[in-house]
């Protein structure tokens, strides 16, 4: 058995390659990370990406893994390194994702149930986050 056999039941493997790998100016993720949010190994592959992308900078990163754009991206140990308010911070950016990704939530009411403000769930949700920023 290869460590790999979880990539047979990759749903991004089965669509559109270049959803995951969009370019141009205004480009987004919308289509990738709404195959990814219904993959069943979505906690493999991003296992596979801290593996494969290390500790390198989002400008190294490409493409959509786990339903994570490359900015979104954070390596562990940075974040762990980076103390309680930066987990904390990735925990309140995870949770805007996955609100905005289920789709029939408002800009406010997703700031209301993550405890920010509207402009940072716009800021999250277009890959732009200020912690993202920095990594």
Known sequence: ?????????????????????????????????????????????GEHADRIEGNTSHRDRHGMWAGRAPRARVPRKAAASGGQATVARNSRNDLILRLASRGGMSTATIAAAAGCDERTVYRVTSGRSTHEAAA
Do not use: I, K
């Open 1 to 45: 058995m290869s460590r790999y056999d979880w990539m047979d039941q990759a749903l991004c493997a089965q669509t559109d390659p270049e959803a995951f790998h969009p370019e141009g100016s205004g480009h987004n993720y919308e289509d990738a990370r709404a195959v990814c949010d219904a993959c069943p190994v979505q906690r493999q592959c």
